[in-house]
């Protein structure tokens, strides 16, 4: 089992900024794919951004490519997330999961093979 807590949520302008962080416990940082996901209100749940195996390589779905970064802190067992350039569609609940490789790329973005979930952040994007 792996124990997953996402902090750096909040409110924002657009255009604005954020840097989500999932803190990681119960498990041997690097050794699992760690993805964001978020969901808005009467939306499926949607992959963001994946990190792989010791940050080998990032993921991003084509909707934040060249606006959210992932990335590992070098010190602890944190994955960021890095929001840039934020817009209305950007408002959802993020969540941040692990899930166990090897991963085909058609996989990375499917919640079913995410096995732990944090409890989410919430992050709201004005206009």
């Known amino acids: 089992q792996v124990q997953l807590l996402e902090s750096g949520g909040g409110s924002v302008q657009a255009g604005g900024s954020l840097r989500l962080s999932c803190a990681a416990s119960?498990?041997?940082?690097?050794?699992?794919?760690i993805g964001w996901f978020r969901q808005a209100p009467g939306k499926e749940r949607e992959g963001v951004a994946v990190?792989?195996?010791?940050?080998?390589?990032?993921y991003y779905a084509d909707s934040v490519k060249g606006r959210f970064s992932i990335s590992q802190a070098n010190a602890q067992a944190t994955v960021n997330l890095q929001m840039n350039s934020l817009k209305r569609d950007d408002t959802a609940m993020y969540y941040c999961?692990?899930?166990?490789?090897?991963?085909?790329?058609?996989?990375?973005?499917?919640?079913?093979?995410?096995?732990?979930w944090g409890p989410g952040t919430q992050v709201t994007v004005s206009s």
């Open positions: 990190l792989g195996t010791d940050g080998r390589f990032t």
């Open positions: 119960g498990y041997t940082y690097g050794r699992y794919y």
């Open positions: 999961a692990a899930a166990a490789p090897p991963l085909p790329v058609r996989f990375l973005f499917d919640v079913n093979k995410y096995n732990d």
